[in-house]
């Protein structure tokens, strides 16, 4: 009997082994960083359909805003309707190509779940991509801005 069920578990773990794994599927990989693509280029070009393909309807994007003297802290949030709303108005469009930065990293991805660092020029953002209905949309994001460089200060000939 003992014998028969460590046979048994062995095959268990064979077919589980050739079996292709949920937990990260090149399809999947593809798909979240489309999504994280459409979210950022989305914003560059001012196209609010690309941005609103890549978001869940309950998209929470939030920042914490720290004083710089230390007396308060708070925590800003977005929707993704306000996300979209900025996209139309054409902000991202401001940037130019030249300085538009892109840079998508899936972190962690497992079942319908992923985790993705994007690196926009002016920010960096962790987004929480699920999938829903088949698709991978942006449900959460946490994002801080980019210390902006100083500009050198004009000379002036006293």
């Keep these: 009997m003992t014998r028969s069920l460590s046979v048994l578990f062995l095959c268990i773990a064979l077919v589980a082994i050739a079996l292709p794994s949920t937990a990260a599927g090149a399809d999947d990989e593809a798909a979240i960083k489309a999504a994280a693509l459409d979210y950022l280029m989305g914003w560059y070009t001012g196209d609010p359909e690309r941005m609103e393909r890549a978001l869940h309807p309950d998209l929470a994007k939030r920042i914490v805003r720290v004083d710089p003297e230390g007396k308060w802290d708070r925590v800003d949030s977005m929707s993704a309707l ?8 054409g902000y991202g469009k401001k940037v ?15 079942g319908n779940a992923a985790v993705v660092k994007a690196v926009a020029r002016d920010w960096v953002d962790y987004l929480q991509i699920g999938k829903v209905n088949g698709e991978w949309k942006i449900i959460n994001v946490l994002w801080e801005m980019k210390p902006r460089p100083e500009k050198p200060e004009e000379k002036t000939d006293d």
């Design 82 to 89: 306000t996300l979209v709303q900025y996209t139309r108005k």
């Design 96 to 110: 130019p190509v030249e300085e538009r930065q892109a840079d998508i990293t899936v972190l962690d991805h497992f």
